[in-house]
């Protein structure tokens, strides 16, 4: 840790000491503090500093940055206390992505977590819960197709809707479906001469699935002039 003469103090892992500079590294690449401006350098073997760091990191909720420099120094020591503190980094990130939705990217952080720890009950609970969220996001999903093959647009619509806010991983499974349904809506609003309604509709297909701009730029030409 370095102490800085105005009190700060910077808890980073130092590169390299010159005569005039401390470099240290820093989530973004390197840091130069002039020695100057150092009070005095509190040093910790590089393995304690890489441990603590990640707590202090987790408890921030900046698990990235936790888990990069806790791969990173593990790819050079496969040290017990550095997979331990790996293995708590990927279970308290894949908790909070997995409270969050993001099912794919929390079923990762399981997958590494028992790589890590195969015994690991915090990966065999999460990848449970995964498999109950997917399924309820799947049953949303083709409730939604269900309605859209029945042309049920406005019902798939808001079904679609539902899925994309339960989980952002939604997004990819549907939106080539959604896009094609808000598309249907707009050709049948501008039929009846709702051009705004069609106008809309077309800007989020377009938002969704931008190829279909190619394909409908007469129609969204024609409602936005109407």
Do not use: W
């Amino acid at each position: 840790t370095v102490h800085l003469k105005n009190g700060k103090k910077l808890r980073r892992e130092i590169l390299e000491e010159t005569a005039d500079y401390e470099v240290l590294r820093v989530p973004y690449g390197q840091l130069n503090v002039r020695m100057e401006d150092v009070d005095y350098i509190e040093r910790q073997a590089a393995q304690e500093y890489q441990v603590e760091l990640s707590r202090e990191m987790i408890s921030q909720q900046r698990f990235g940055v936790a888990i990069d420099e806790l791969e990173r120094a593990y790819a050079g020591n496969k040290a017990k206390d550095l997979a331990d503190a790996l293995a708590q980094a990927y279970a308290a990130y894949g908790q909070h992505l997995l409270k969050v939705r993001r099912f794919d990217e929390s079923r990762a952080c399981f997958v590494r977590l028992k790589e890590l720890a195969p015994d690991a009950k915090a990966a065999a609970e999460g990848m449970a819960e995964i498999g109950e969220e997917s399924k309820r996001l799947s049953a949303l999903v083709e409730d939604a197709r269900r309605r859209m093959a029945q042309e049920s647009l406005d019902e798939a619509i808001e079904r679609f809707g539902r899925a994309m806010a339960f989980s952002a991983d939604a997004r990819a499974q549907i939106a080539g479906d959604l896009s094609l349904c808000l598309a249907r809506r707009a050709e049948a609003a501008y039929r009846s001469g709702n051009f705004l309604k069609a106008r809309q509709d077309l800007e989020t297909a377009f938002s969704l699935k931008p190829q279909l701009a190619d394909q409908l730029e007469n129609l969204y030409a024609a409602s936005a002039l109407s």
